[in-house]
């Protein structure tokens, strides 16, 4: 799906401005610096060493994004994403675990529909596609696992 651009003035300095996504309202001169905070706790198979440095891969989603307007006038974009699914940690020596996220079921189940979208729905709408369907096929797709539970 094609993104149109958008049109607009800057907030801050009032200049035109030509974007193909309409995050904030800001030309790239006023914005000072983009951050990404990651949340959500996940389960480590053993301990970390405090003070290594280890390599995180994982699926995130965002969840929320702010500006903050700062002393000199230039804005901050700050990101919240949450992460998603499993995801694994590369110590210095290459070595890799795997850990699970936590979180309630209903999150859990959130964060996999989320990873497996493949249609131009956003996150939000294919959750909100998927949920009513799997809660009218529940008792479907409960027999379906049975089944494939007896037969492994």
């Known amino acids: 799906m094609e993104q149109k651009e958008v049109e607009f003035k800057c907030k801050i300095c ?8 309409l995050d904030f309202p800001y030309c790239r001169k006023c914005i000072n610096e983009y951050k990404l905070s990651i949340t959500k706790k996940c389960s480590l198979p053993q301990a970390l060493i405090s003070g290594k440095f280890y390599t995180l891969a994982t699926n995130i989603q965002i969840r929320e994004a702010k500006d903050k307007v700062r002393d000199d006038g230039k804005v901050d974009i700050e990101y919240t994403g949450w992460q998603i699914g499993e995801a694994v940690i590369q110590n210095e020596l290459k070595q890799k675990m795997k850990v699970k996220r936590k979180g309630s079921q209903s999150e859990l ?19 909100d596609f998927w949920m009513p369907k799997i809660r009218h096929y529940l008792p479907e797709i409960k027999a379906f696992i049975s089944k494939m539970e007896e037969q492994s």
């Open 14 to 21: 009032n200049d035109d401005v030509k974007k193909k996504v």
């Open 109 to 127: 189940l959130h964060g996999q529909i989320v990873l497996s979208n493949e249609s131009d729905r956003s996150d939000d709408e294919e959750y």
